[in-house]
């Protein structure tokens, strides 16, 4: 028997099919804000912002479900990872940025990502959509703190296998918070 007729083979392809298919994020983003809109109500204006590695395809399910209410959408996303039906978005605008190890694109794109959010117009909503990497892609640095500081940290807990929590945490003593300023 061939190895693409073992059916071990063929079970383990539609199992890893199924799991990728659990976890995809333009379906998962659609099918959950699908389920918050209920029938009759107004409907919402949004500003969308998708931060991370899955940044596209969480905008395309909100694009899915949401549709025409979304007025401006707000991508960023590592190198690579926007698939091509996101240029399709009205009112996008994308940016690129680092992953794993943040650069002057990630402050970059942290502070575009403050004006988005300073911009929001009183009658639309704010949705943000948030996936893996987003600490990478996107800071805002507290007074006194360097991209230096910022690359040294990550690349020692990367380098040490450090678990993201505890690295996360870490970073929130370099990264600026807006509830403590």
Do not use: W
């Not at 988005?116 to 987003?134: K, R, T």
């Amino acid at each position: 028997m061939n190895a693409t007729g073992d059916p071990r083979r063929v079970l383990l392809l539609e199992l890893l099919k199924a799991g990728l298919a659990a976890v995809d994020g333009r379906r998962c983003t659609a099918h959950s804000l699908k389920s918050l809109i209920t029938d009759g109500a107004a409907p919402a204006r949004y500003h969308v912002a998708a931060v991370g590695k899955a940044a596209g395809a969480m905008a395309l399910g909100a694009h899915d479900a949401l549709g025409a209410r979304i007025l401006r959408t707000l991508i960023i996303a590592k190198d690579g990872h926007l698939e091509s039906a996101v240029e399709a978005l009205p009112g996008l605008e994308r940016i690129e940025s680092s992953h794993p190890l943040p650069d002057e694109r990630s402050l970059a794109a942290g502070q575009r990502l403050c004006e988005f959010i300073a911009e929001l117009p009183a009658e639309v909503l704010p949705l943000l959509l948030i996936s893996g990497g987003a600490s990478s892609l996107v800071d805002v640095l507290v007074p006194g703190a360097t991209l230096a500081d910022l690359r040294q940290l990550n690349a020692m807990g990367l380098a040490s296998g450090e678990d993201i929590a505890q690295l996360n945490a870490r970073r929130r003593g370099i990264s600026a918070d807006r509830d403590r300023q």
